[in-house]
């Protein structure tokens, strides 16, 4: 199966989703890592390791329609079987989500449906949660809305600030983006209607 990782940032999870692939421990090949932010530090962790990256700038593009059709044309020349959002920070249309319904996974860094959006980890500091976390789930379109696949809880612990607490959960991300991406390359993982399901099971 061909994989296209969309980043916009660090590109941690694109290279944890590498790692797996490159230990044998799924049968995949990363066709594309494309990128909307020509100074993102995943840029050159994509290049190290032979992955075929590149830009499409959003600030190019004159509205978020050009830009995603724009990206979506660009995804597509590479025939992806799933398309993997690993901190792409755009919103999407909903053309272009409609487009990839079924197979566009995303990672979110709070226990969905806690805290959609932006500042997850200072938000359930400030609500004094003791646990917090980190889900993966396919994308809808409503955003940060689509059906959980996989999530992994952390504890809250005094003294976190928000740095520590993404730190935790960075490490969790990095276990549960692989997981998922190897369920869906292997056929285990699918969505109908808003229901995702493994082996067949609602989960
Ligand atoms: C992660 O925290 C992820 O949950 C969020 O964006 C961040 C991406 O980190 N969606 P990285 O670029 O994979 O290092």
Same mark, same amino acid.
């Given at each position: 199966?061909?994989?296209?990782?969309?980043?916009?940032? #660090?590109? #941690?999870?694109?290279?944890?989703?590498?790692?797996?692939?490159?230990?044998?421990?799924?049968?995949?090949? $990363?066709?594309?890592?494309?990128?909307?932010?020509?100074?993102?530090?995943?840029?050159?962790?994509?290049?190290?390791?032979?992955? @075929?990256?590149?830009?499409?700038?959003?600030? &190019?593009? #004159?509205?978020?329609?050009?830009?995603?059709?724009?990206?979506?044309?660009?995804?597509?020349?590479?025939?992806?079987?799933?398309?993997?959002?690993?901190?792409?920070?755009?919103?999407?249309?909903?053309?272009?989500?409609?487009?990839?319904?079924?197979?566009? =996974?995303?990672?979110?860094?709070?226990?969905?449906?806690?805290?959609?959006?932006?500042?997850?980890?200072?938000?359930? =500091?400030?609500?004094?949660?003791?646990?917090?976390?980190?889900?993966?789930?396919?994308?809808?379109?409503?955003?940060?809305?689509? @059906?959980?696949?996989?999530?992994?809880?952390?504890?809250?612990?005094?003294?976190?600030?928000?740095?520590?607490?993404?730190?935790?959960?960075?490490?969790? &991300?990095?276990?549960?983006?692989?997981?998922?991406?190897?369920?869906?390359?292997?056929?285990? =993982?699918?969505?109908?209607?808003?229901?995702?399901?493994?082996?067949?099971?609602? $989960?």
């Amino acid at each position: 199966p061909r994989i296209v990782i969309l980043i916009s940032g #660090s590109g #941690s999870n694109m290279v944890a989703i590498a790692d797996a692939i490159k230990s044998g421990s799924m049968e995949a090949e $990363i066709a594309a890592v494309i990128c909307n932010r020509p100074e993102a530090a995943g840029l050159q962790k994509a290049r190290d390791r032979d992955l @075929p990256a590149s830009v499409l700038d959003h600030k &190019e593009f #004159s509205s978020r329609e050009d830009f995603d059709r724009a990206l979506m044309a660009e995804i597509d020349e590479h025939a992806p079987d799933l398309v993997v959002l690993a901190g792409f920070m755009r919103i999407l249309t909903p053309d272009f989500v409609a487009h990839y319904h079924g197979r566009m =996974l995303n990672i979110h860094p709070s226990l969905l449906p806690k805290y959609q959006g932006l500042h997850t980890h200072q938000r359930a =500091l400030d609500d004094g949660e003791n646990e917090h976390g980190v889900t993966v789930h396919f994308v809808t379109e409503e955003l940060d809305g689509g @059906p959980n696949v996989i999530q992994a809880v952390v504890p809250v612990y005094d003294g976190d600030d928000a740095a520590s607490l993404q730190a935790r959960v960075q490490i969790q &991300e990095h276990i549960i983006y692989p997981i998922a991406v190897k369920w869906f390359v292997e056929g285990r =993982l699918t969505m109908a209607g808003n229901t995702a399901r493994l082996d067949g099971n609602v $989960i």
